[in-house]
């Protein structure tokens, strides 16, 4: 099965020099730091540069990595950033973000798929450690439970994914809506993911932990026996809490709260109407069409003992062969108790139900 490398035409990933203080040390990593009140900052050199952004006020900028990097490179570089912010003046909090790509060009469709699929499992909980209710409702990082529509959309990405089409599978996730929690347009651009859901930070340990939560989740997509396509399943199997120890093995610490497990079983059942989504359209359909039959079938539901109603002069005619045309003719009889469906409803031109 075709990476996304191969199906974007995207680059190898960077060289890196490992590191212990990261889940994936060969992982590529982006990041982006929203800053204010930043008059005074003496502004770091290469990794870093600076970036219009336009959400910002208070002199406001957007600092982020010249390229991914990966190992040693990152926690360099956060050094370096914490180092030039420290006793500057910068501001951050619920107006600030700050932006995580993790690098997919290494995975498959199924791999992305899965990789979407656990984050929004743990979505709520993620948000919890990023900035709580503020943060979710962000109209800049909206999560699941406030834009329902994403259910949808993850649906078409994941019916072109089943029907073989990877790279409509790919286009499908520019449908999502880039200012979500998770944007799924990067991976188009850039052959990775973004997460926005946490508020601005530009100390070197906090902005660590999240990259290593989310290499945590990309980790946890390596994983085979967790199924790629409803990952869902390994709760129902395991339960909540022992699925994201699993997944999170030590940071899992840094997640927990008192309503830690209701909020991953939620995030179980958006990921699971994503999946479902499809075929409950299909159900749908389908039980219109037995509605359709059971009311075109009623003399074979009809009630024999009923006493029989005199058939009306149309019915006569169609008993006779008589085409009734260039109208649509409705019976109705006396309300009776059972009801004759035999003589109840209509005709259409042809004499038939």
């Not at 499992?121 to 109209?139: K, P, Q, V, Y």
């Not at 869902?232 to 840094?254: C, E, I, N, P, W």
Request: glycine share 8%; charged share 25%.
């Amino acid at each position: 099965m075709n990476t996304i490398r191969d199906l974007i035409g995207a680059g190898e990933g960077p060289a890196h020099r490992a590191s212990n203080k990261l889940v994936l040390s060969e992982c590529g990593v982006g990041v982006e730091v929203e800053l204010e009140h930043t008059h005074r900052l003496c502004l770091p050199s290469r990794p870093w540069r600076v970036v219009d952004e336009g959400s910002l006020h208070q002199d406001g900028l957007e600092l982020i990595f010249y390229v991914p990097l990966a190992g040693r490179d990152i926690t360099e570089a956060l050094a370096t950033l914490e180092a030039h912010c420290e006793d500057s003046g910068v501001t951050v909090g619920n107006d600030t973000s700050l932006h995580v790509h993790i690098d997919v060009r290494d995975l498959t469709c199924q791999q992305v798929w899965k990789f979407m699929m656990l984050h929004t499992m743990f979505e709520s909980a993620l948000f919890n450690f990023c900035g709580g209710e503020t943060r979710e409702a962000n109209i800049f990082c909206i999560g699941t439970k406030y834009a329902p529509d994403k259910i949808q959309r993850y649906s078409e990405a994941l019916a072109a994914l089943l029907a073989g089409r990877e790279r409509a599978f790919i286009t499908s996730l520019n449908n999502a809506g880039r200012y979500s929690s998770m944007n799924t347009e990067s991976v188009h651009r850039f052959g990775s993911l973004e997460f926005r859901g946490h508020r601005g930070e530009w100390r070197a340990a906090p902005v660590l932990r999240w990259i290593n939560i989310l290499q945590c989740l990309k980790k946890a997509v390596l994983d085979n026996t967790i199924p790629w396509k409803r990952p869902y399943l390994t709760v129902k199997r395991l339960g909540a809490r022992q699925m994201a120890h699993d997944v999170f093995g030590k940071y899992l610490s840094s997640l927990n709260y008192d309503g830690f497990v209701p909020d991953v079983e939620r995030g179980c059942q958006y990921a699971r109407a994503m999946v479902n989504v499809q075929q409950a359209q299909l159900r749908d359909v389908l039980k219109g069409c037995r509605n359709n039959k059971r009311y075109s079938m009623r003399k074979k539901y009809q009630d024999k003992n009923a006493t029989p109603v005199p058939p009306t002069p149309a019915q006569e005619a169609v008993e006779r062969g008589e085409a009734i045309t260039g109208r649509r003719v409705y019976i109705s009889t006396p309300s009776t108790s059972p009801i004759n469906w035999a003589t109840t409803g209509s005709y259409d031109d042809a004499g038939s139900f």
